[in-house]
């Protein structure tokens, strides 16, 4: 069983910055790629950042390359998003999740509300 619990999000100014963080519980964290996705309601969710298994290999989606930098601290089982030079377009529920080959599960997180307004 895997739970994923976000934090960090919060209301910040066009330009600032916020890092995500995402607590994972179970026994597979080095093993499977762990993903930030976000939402806007009406919208689908969109990718932002993947992280591999042993932190080797990064992926960010276009709108954020260069801006967001995803991250992993094996002790504290933790992922992180950094999030730099915000825009309002950032705006979004984020997500954390990871799938679980072995079982064929698709995990998510409650979600963390990233608002960045003037």
């Known amino acids: 069983q895997v739970q994923l619990v976000e934090s960090g999000g919060d209301m910040v100014p066009p330009g600032g910055s916020l890092r995500l963080s995402c607590a994972y519980s179970?026994?597979?964290?080095?093993?499977?790629?762990m993903n930030w996705y976000r939402q806007v309601p009406g919208r689908e969710r969109e990718f932002v950042a993947r992280i591999s298994g042993t932190g080797g290999i990064t992926a960010y989606g276009g709108s954020v390359k260069g801006r967001f930098i995803i991250s992993k601290d094996d002790r504290k089982r933790t992922v992180y998003l950094q999030m730099n030079n915000l825009k309002p377009e950032d705006t979004a529920l984020y997500y954390c999740n990871t799938y679980v080959l072995s079982s064929g599960i698709d995990y998510w997180g409650q979600g963390t509300q990233v608002t960045v307004s003037s």
């Open positions: 179970g026994s597979t964290f080095n093993t499977y790629d």
